[in-house]
């Protein structure tokens, strides 16, 4: 049995799992093992630090594994943006065929990657949001719960009401994410009307992720209660692993505190040391409460082929049994 989709039929690929866009974490490695694996890896443009860089680790990739990976372009509104005129250019170039935009309207960057015949899926946290990009046409969206790293909105939805919320006013392909660690969230995402799962936090911790063992451990080793809520009282707020920098932070803007106070601890030059050097309490690192279903370190394909047989397991098996023949009711 194979778990076909309007999200598999629409983005060609085999399995409805995608593996998110994060910075410092999607390279070639784990994007490449996830698609090799029929699921949907996607690597991080902006953790390469130049174009060029990110055309050598679309190369990189490409050596890895012949089935269809994506890119993952975050669109943040800075006073020095990143030249994403260039990017694009690159993921152009490259040929691929799937980007995943977030973070601001996808609006600009749609009709250069509409005119080369790459799909895109757009990530919304709202369902708002999601009416708003499939106006504008994007191929498909990824809908975040309250659940997930990084930054949730300031609606505090979560999956179980956002997604079938989503699913009421959503006619292209709908993903679901925040919160999915395995084959029963892969289920109950179908169930309340998404097409499929983009996991983040559960392929950090995979052999291929290139972030250092010391945090695949904390994950394994952590719990749903692991996170802390950061950027609140700023209304831009963002889901991080628990750790005394991120508490110091929280502690801070609970005082009163503005962003200027709290930026030399949330710098991201730090934070990539946590992935680099494995010091937990090196900066602020993102997870999502996931992290309480996460108890191994598999290899990513491995997290994608159980994943789907234990979903059909699921489907097939342990759900059918529940119904009960009317010819068999007394």
């Known amino acids: 049995m194979t778990l076909t989709t309007k999200f598999t039929e629409t983005f060609g690929?085999?399995?409805?799992?995608?593996?998110?866009?994060?910075?410092?974490?999607?390279?070639?490695?784990?994007?490449?093992?996830?698609?090799?694996?029929?699921?949907?890896?996607l690597i991080t443009a902006l953790t390469q630090p130049t174009p060029p860089d990110l055309a050598n680790e679309i190369a990189r990739a490409r050596d890895l594994t012949d089935k269809p990976f994506g890119v993952n372009l975050t669109i943040l509104p800075t006073i020095n943006p990143p030249p994403y005129d260039e990017y694009r250019k690159v993921i152009v170039d490259a040929g691929i065929k799937i980007v995943e935009t977030a973070g601001s309207n996808p609006a600009p960057h749609l009709s250069m990657f509409h005119d080369n015949g790459i799909k895109v899926l757009h990530k919304c946290t709202s369902v708002r949001h999601a009416v708003k990009a499939q106006s504008l046409g994007v191929d498909g969206i990824?809908?975040?719960?309250?659940?997930?790293?990084?930054?949730?909105?300031?609606?505090d939805i979560p999956g179980l009401v956002l997604i079938p919320a989503a699913a009421d006013k959503i006619e292209i392909p709908m993903i679901a994410s925040g919160g999915f660690a395995d084959a029963r969230?892969?289920?109950?995402?179908?169930?309340?009307?998404?097409?499929?799962?983009?996991?983040?936090?559960?392929?950090?911790?995979?052999?291929?992720?290139?972030?250092h063992q010391n945090v695949k451990e904390a994950i394994v080793a952590g719990n749903e209660l692991g996170t802390e809520l950061i950027f609140r009282t700023l209304r831009n707020t963002g889901r991080v692993a628990s750790n005394a920098v991120s508490?110091?932070?929280?502690?801070?803007?609970?005082?009163?505190?503005?962003?200027?106070?709290?930026?030399?601890?949330?710098?991201?030059?730090?934070?990539?040391?946590?992935?680099?050097?494995?010091?937990?309490?090196?900066?602020?690192?993102?997870?999502?409460?996931a992290m309480g279903l996460i108890d191994d370190i598999p290899t990513a394909g491995e997290v994608v082929s159980r994943i789907v047989a234990e979903a059909e397991e699921i489907i097939g098996v342990r759900l059918?049994?529940?119904l009960t023949p009317d010819s068999a009711r007394i």
């Open 247 to 289: 508490r110091e932070v929280v502690q801070i803007l609970d005082q009163g505190g503005q962003f200027d106070d709290i930026a030399h601890l949330v710098a991201g030059k730090r934070g990539v040391k946590v992935y680099e050097t494995g010091d937990l309490d090196a900066g602020i690192w993102w997870v999502g409460t």
């Open 142 to 155: 990824s809908i975040d719960g309250f659940e997930c790293a990084g930054h949730p909105g300031e609606d």
């Open 185 to 211: 969230g892969l289920v109950a995402a179908l169930a309340l009307g998404a097409d499929g799962i983009n996991m983040g936090s559960r392929f950090m911790c995979t052999v291929e992720s290139p972030i």
């Open 13 to 41: 690929i085999e399995h409805p799992i995608v593996q998110g866009g994060m910075q410092w974490v999607g390279r070639a490695e784990l994007a490449a093992a996830v698609s090799e694996a029929g699921g949907l890896g």
């Open 320 to 322: 059918a049994g529940l």
